[in-house]
């Protein structure tokens, strides 16, 4: 589930020309998949639902907190 979320978020990104924090334009697909990946074990781990969601930019992304997630490279 998480995989196809961050897909969707990498495809919206692209749609609506956002560039992603490394100039790219829609951010890294890895990028988009990672961090919703982190969010969703983030949930797990606190026992939240995480609903997923795509351009939802002014809610937390599970529960009250805001998660970021970033390769070990």
Known sequence: MA???GKLRYLSALKNKRMGRHGFDGGEWGEHIEGA???CAAAKFLGVYWDGSVDCFDKSD???L???TRSMI
């Open 62 to 64: 599970v529960g009250p």
């Open 66 to 68: 805001h998660i970021r």
């Open 3 to 5: 995989a196809e979320v």
């Open 37 to 39: 990946c982190g969010e």
